[in-house]
């Protein structure tokens, strides 16, 4: 089937997507920024997860990319308040930053 295509380019139609990059990146960084607190809050079981917790937030972004991360252990101990240095480790918490 033969087809022919025509390419047609404009001035304005260059301002219009300018202008829409313009508004739609700030409004894209604000949407990250509240992704970024939700994912600073959720706790990961193992070291591994959690760049894969990070990568899966970043597919959805357009007009960014995540450039650095970093992992932070927190570590639960078995008792309340403070610990002890004899108190025993209960559990070791990944959180993906």
């Given at each position: ?43 990961c079981a193992t070291p591994e997860a959690a760049p894969a917790a990070r990568q899966a937030l970043a597919t959805s ?37």
């Open positions: 089937m033969a087809q022919r295509w025509l390419v047609v380019s404009s001035q304005a139609a260059l301002a219009r997507a300018e202008a829409r990059i313009t508004t739609a990146q700030p409004r894209e960084w604000e949407a990250i920024d509240t992704q970024r607190l939700h994912v600073h809050a959720k706790r972004w357009r007009y960014h990319q995540l450039a650095a991360s970093q992992v932070i252990a927190h570590k639960h101990y078995a008792g309340k308040g403070r610990p002890a240095p004899t108190s025993p480790l209960k559990a070791l918490v990944v959180i993906s930053m």
